[in-house]
Every structure is written in C-alpha cells, then in structure tokens.
C-alpha cells in the first residue's frame, strides 16, 4: 500500500552529490562549487541584514534581484525570473508544460534531474545518447518531438558545449520549448542568450551557485520572454526567493569586476590542471566549464574515485556504462588542484 501516484512509486531519488560535514578535513572538487569566496559586497549586504525584513514576506517576484540581474544581462527585467537555484525553474517547467502526453527529452549522459522531473509528471521520457565528441544530437532531439527539451551547455559531465547555431536549429525544429540550462556558462566562450530573442520557445536558465560562489543561498532565474515567462509564474512556489537570497543575490550579481577575477582564476587553473593531468597520462575532454572529465590511462576509475577519498580528496563518480571509466572533477584552488596532481600521480604508480 502507498499513500502517492504510481509513477512517485516507480521512480528513482535524485542522489545529490555528497556533502561531508563542515568540519570534515576533505578536498571537495565533487559537487563543482566554485573555491573562492563569495563578493565581498555580497557577504556585506548579508552581516547588515536588517530582522524586519526577515519578519515581512519577501517580494514573490524578486524584484530587486531582477532588476541587477536585468541591468548585467541587458535585457529587461520582465524576461527574468528567478527561483530557489536553477532546479527551481527546472521543477516549474516540467509541472508547466510536460504532462502523460507530453514528452520529455534531452541528449544523455546529462544532469539527473531532468528525468526526475519527467517522472514526477508522468511524462514519457526521451533518452538521446550525445554523438561522437559530445555532439548535440540536433535530429534526433527534433525527431523526438517532445514537449520540452533540455539540453545542458556546457554540458555536464563532459564540459562540453553545443555551438549556437546547433542550439538554433534545435528550437526552430521543435516545437515543445527548449531549455538551454547555463549553469556553468560563466566559465564558457559564448552563451545562447540571444536564442531567447530569437526564438519564443527558448527559455535559458542561469545559477549563481557555480560562478558566484552562492550554492548555499540557493538562487538561480531563466531568461525568456515575458509571455512564456507568464506562463511559468503560475507553477512557481508563492515565495520562492527568500528576502536574503534577493538581497545577497542582487548585490553578488552586480558586482561584475569581483565574478570576473575569480572566474579568470578559474580558468587559468582548468587549463594549468588539464595540461598537468594530460602529462600524467590521464585524458582529459576538453572543458568550458568548471570541472573536468578525465580518464585515467587504465579506465579504473572507480577504483581511482575509491582511492581519491581514502586520501582525503572527494571527485565524482557516476555508475553509468558511457562513463563509467572516467572521474568528473571539479576546479579547486592552486593549493587543491596541486594536492589532486600529487595523488593522481601517485595512484598510478
Ligand atoms: C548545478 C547545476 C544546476 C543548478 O543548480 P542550482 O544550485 O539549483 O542553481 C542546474 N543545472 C546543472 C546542469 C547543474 O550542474
């Protein structure tokens, strides 16, 4: 006996990446946080926080934030709306628009959280394997037909991206609504944000928990058009950015010189760890995003994952035949980055 739908029933949890305890001594490049502190403007609008704006709802639409993220975005503020992290417009999309008749699709090995949501809506789910060197399987996707589309870029695990005009001939070709989900985009070469003028089916969705360094405030938006967006408002939770995530979030979001610094540091550090690890022997896919997928020379991966936390350093593993003999690792520090090159070194000796 249950107390939920059949479908709730049958369906998997979605297993987050692990967390170790805050005062557990771990090098954490598991979950593709990012290794430098949040805006110093950030963390001073969150220690001058005023209690009465904590006794008072917040603004349901997140104005405020809404409009920083609009100004740094040059669009206007009716095509942003935000949500509690990116997954929050991922939930809103699927309870708006897909549905036992209305089929979800995305190329595969991709974030797990999509199919969650599929499952949750009872909708057919639509598995497209990704071609050789992570192309976007533009036809197939568009054969498909589903009624929503999400398509990572970059893409995770690999770090991969589609180009625009891939992303381009997949919205015209369906249909259904196709979500470009940039939460790594800060690290990328280009964005499709444009596809959003281009296109009313187009919806892009942004976090500031990977290159703003805010993964625990739990703040994230999509950019569309109004229209769509109107249509989206009506799934979301009533207060779904709490008066702190705004605040914070705005002042993060604003402060483009500091994003800027740390994501160059990123990137410099993605190539320098990249190269270090293709000297070792270990390939390693070429990367726009803040992590790396890297194969060990003999394919042990898992056993390397095993070895890697025995000494204190958390990568991510997943159980999937298309990767299973590859890590996913997350850019850390110089300092981190040096420690993974050492014991990376050391296991294959
Ligand atoms: C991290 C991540 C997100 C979003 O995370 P939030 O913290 O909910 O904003 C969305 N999509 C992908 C592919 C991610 O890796």
């Known amino acids: 006996m249950s107390y939920f739908r059949d479908n709730i029933d049958a369906m998997a949890a979605y297993v987050p990446g692990e967390q170790p305890a805050a005062d557990e001594k771990v090098i954490k490049l598991n979950t593709n946080e990012n290794p430098y502190p949040p805006s110093p403007r950030a963390m001073e609008v969150l220690r001058a926080f005023a209690g009465e704006s ?4 917040p603004d349901a639409m997140a104005g405020r934030f809404r409009q920083a993220a609009a100004a740094v975005l040059s669009v206007s503020a009716d095509w942003i709306l935000p949500g509690d992290g990116s997954d929050d417009l991922i939930v809103m999309i699927a309870r708006a628009a897909a549905g036992p008749t209305r089929a979800v699709a995305y190329p595969v090995p991709t974030f797990p959280f999509y199919v969650a949501q599929g499952r949750i809506e009872a909708a057919e789910i639509v598995e497209v394997p990704y071609g050789d060197g992570w192309k976007l399987p533009v036809d197939e996707l568009i054969a498909a037909g589903a009624a929503v589309t999400f398509v990572a870029n970059p893409s995770t695990p690999s770090g991969t991206m589609a180009t625009t005009q891939q992303l381009a001939a997949l919205a015209d070709g369906l249909a259904g609504l196709l979500v470009i989900d940039e939460a790594y985009v800060d690290f990328a070469d280009f964005d499709a944000l444009d596809l959003t003028r281009r ?20 703040l994230g938006f999509g950019v569309a058009n109004p229209s769509l967006l109107e249509g989206l408002v009506k799934t979301k939770a009533i207060y779904n950015v709490s008066a702190v995530a705004c605040a914070v979030g705005a002042a993060a979001i604003a402060d483009q010189k500091y994003h800027n610094e740390c994501v160059a540091k990123i990137k410099a550090s993605r190539e320098a760890l990249s190269g270090e690890l293709g000297k070792l022997g270990y390939t390693v896919t070429p990367s726009q995003a803040n992590f790396l997928l890297v194969r060990p020379p003999a394919g042990d991966a898992e056993r390397m994952y095993n070895r890697l936390k025995a000494s204190g350093i958390l990568v991510r593993y997943f159980k999937r035949a298309e990767i299973a003999d590859q890590l996913r690792i ?5 300092a981190q980055n040096e420690a993974l090159v050492h014991a990376m070194s050391q296991l294959l000796e």
């Open 54 to 57: 904590l006794r008072l709802y």
């Open 199 to 218: 296109f009313d089916n187009v919806i892009v969705l942004r976090t500031l928990s990977k290159g703003y360094s805010l993964a625990g405030l739990r």
């Open 330 to 334: 997350t850019i850390g520090t110089p």
